[in-house]
């Protein structure tokens, strides 16, 4: 038998926890907890969250292009290197609210065939196109303030609106930044992400533009080319962090916490061993790629039920991931009789192996197991297959013999339902079960077949009883009843306690 290999991309309902963001001290571009992508059942909430973001991305509009109008007239006007400054970012932030709010727009379509992980890495872009767009601005401002501190004058007059129109500035500069960042939080927007980091900025920046204003009005006239340079470092900061942080999730860097806890939650699982997690994240949201060794003899039925659980392990600590797990036979830690049962599970047409037996001697083993394969095989091809089960076995570490009994598969057996069990038979039947095992019979049924009847039965053994006496009791009864009773074909015993 292969890999068993079970996909589930699983899409879970939807569901908001707030992770750590950039407001926390964690710098980190991955937060902990995701949106669900959205759902015909959710429909009306990714609609509102899209229509939230975009109202946002408005507002960021207006304001920007107001400030830039204002900081740029009034300080060309007054010759303030610092509010041409401040004016040249908002020039940059009028590009990238306009850019965000089309990757916005771009980053809210569901996935299709051409993209199966969703177009959310558009604000991604958005983010780097909004930090070349922060260079290119500082660039410009260095060089004048350099300039204007080697010629040595300035012709600024810091005029009373002067001060008004910075102190303005600051105001505003932290409304947009507050807004933004409970925008990119509940929304889990990189591209709100990074206007508020750079709204953020902007208010650093108003705040030393206003302190080379003070300084020029006490007599340093060199203090607003010094604001401007100040701020000029705070542009290119902001622009290094957009660009870091963008580019660690374009490249898909693994996110670490976020992998260490998704480790840690498979790892608790009973029975599951992890090979390999490959995690990656795109525009908010987490996919899995998860590799677990289970034991051999799980069924395909069980082996679904360890891939559900991975799922949910890795979705309690990712909310809104998108997972899928493949399933592999555990190939270490594994005792012989499991290896046994691998071993001969691997072959296509063994349909069942049981009554696997190990003899130990010397230090060597001898094995013996039951194989049932198609009843319809040849017992030429029959044996062939055997003849590779044993080989196999035969090839592990202290096995000296291998032998392999031969079953064919059993079909489905006509009864006739018209046949009436015998009250004879049914009285003889009871008082061999109440001489012999000394309990009174249960849910007795007889079956009539082609090849005699079948016996159902069941019988109390006591609660304190174990599974291997239980099993030696029903072994004993079902001899006896067919001895007693001829006509008996098949007796199944069912034990309770």
């Not at 890999?3 to 950039?22: E, F, K, M």
């Not at 055997?386 to 202290?398: F, H, K, M, S, T």
């Not at 109390?460 to 072994?475: C, I, K, N, W, Y």
């Amino acid at each position: 038998m292969g890999p068993l290999v079970i996909d589930l991309l699983h899409q879970p309902a939807s569901q908001h926890l707030t992770g750590p963001g950039w407001d926390d001290g964690v710098s980190s571009p991955y937060p902990l907890a995701m949106p669900a992508p959205p759902h015909d059942s959710s429909a009306a909430s990714a609609l509102a969250d899209l229509a939230g973001q975009q109202r946002t991305t408005v507002v960021s509009i207006i304001t920007a292009s107001s400030l830039m109008v204002l900081m740029l007239g009034v300080g060309l006007a007054t010759s303030s290197l610092g509010l041409v400054s401040t004016g040249i970012e908002s020039t940059g932030d009028v590009v990238a609210a306009v850019v965000t709010f089309f990757a916005v727009r771009l980053g809210s379509r569901p996935a299709d065939a051409s993209h199966p992980f969703g177009h959310r890495r558009a604000e991604n872009l958005s983010a780097l196109a909004e930090a070349s767009i922060l260079l290119g601005g500082g660039l410009i401002v260095v060089i004048e303030a350099i300039q204007r501190l080697i010629g040595g004058h300035s012709s600024l007059s810091p005029h009373w609106y002067v001060f008004v129109v910075i102190s303005l500035a600051i105001v505003v500069n932290v409304g947009r930044a507050l807004v933004a960042r409970r925008s990119a939080r509940q929304y889990e927007s990189a591209a709100l992400r990074s206007n508020a980091f750079h709204f953020a900025s902007d208010v650093g920046g108003s705040v030393a533009v206003l302190i080379g204003l003070i300084a020029v009005h006490d007599g340093l006239h060199d203090g607003d080319a010094i604001s401007a340079l100040i701020v000029a470092g705070l542009i290119f900061t902001a622009a290094g962090r957009l660009i870091f942080e963008n580019a660690q999730v374009l490249m898909d860097t693994a996110p670490a916490h976020a992998q260490a806890v998704a480790l840690e939650a498979i790892a608790a699982l009973p029975e599951i061993e992890v090979d390999r997690l490959r995690l990656r994240e795109s525009g908010g949201r987490y996919f899995a790629d998860v590799v677990v060794a289970i034991p051999p003899g799980q069924a395909v039925v069980e082996a679904h039920a360890t891939a559900d659980a991975v799922e949910r392990a890795v979705e309690d600590v990712l909310p809104g991931s998108d997972v899928v797990v493949h399933v592999e036979p555990r190939s270490r830690g594994l005792t012989l009789r499991d290896r046994v049962l691998a071993i001969a599970l691997s072959e296509p047409t063994v349909s069942e192996a049981h009554d696997i037996t190990i003899f130990d001697h010397d230090g060597q083993h001898s094995v013996s197991l039951h194989l049932k394969l198609p009843a319809d095989s040849s017992l030429a091809a029959a044996h062939e297959v055997a003849e590779r089960v044993e080989l196999a076995i035969g090839a592990l570490a202290n096995v000296s013999d291998v032998r392999t009994h031969l079953e064919p598969l059993e079909q489905p057996i006509a009864i006739d339902p018209s046949a009436d069990a015998d009250p004879n038979a049914l009285e003889l039947i009871e008082a061999v079960v109440e001489r012999y095992a000394h309990t009174p019979a249960q849910n007795l049924r007889l079956l009539p077949t082609p090849e005699g009847e079948v016996l159902f039965i069941t019988i109390s053994v006591g609660g304190t009883a174990s599974l291997d006496q239980a099993h030696q009791l029903a072994s004993e009864l079902e001899e006896k009843l067919r001895q007693e009773i001829p006509s008996i074909a098949d007796v199944v015993v069912h034990t309770e306690p």
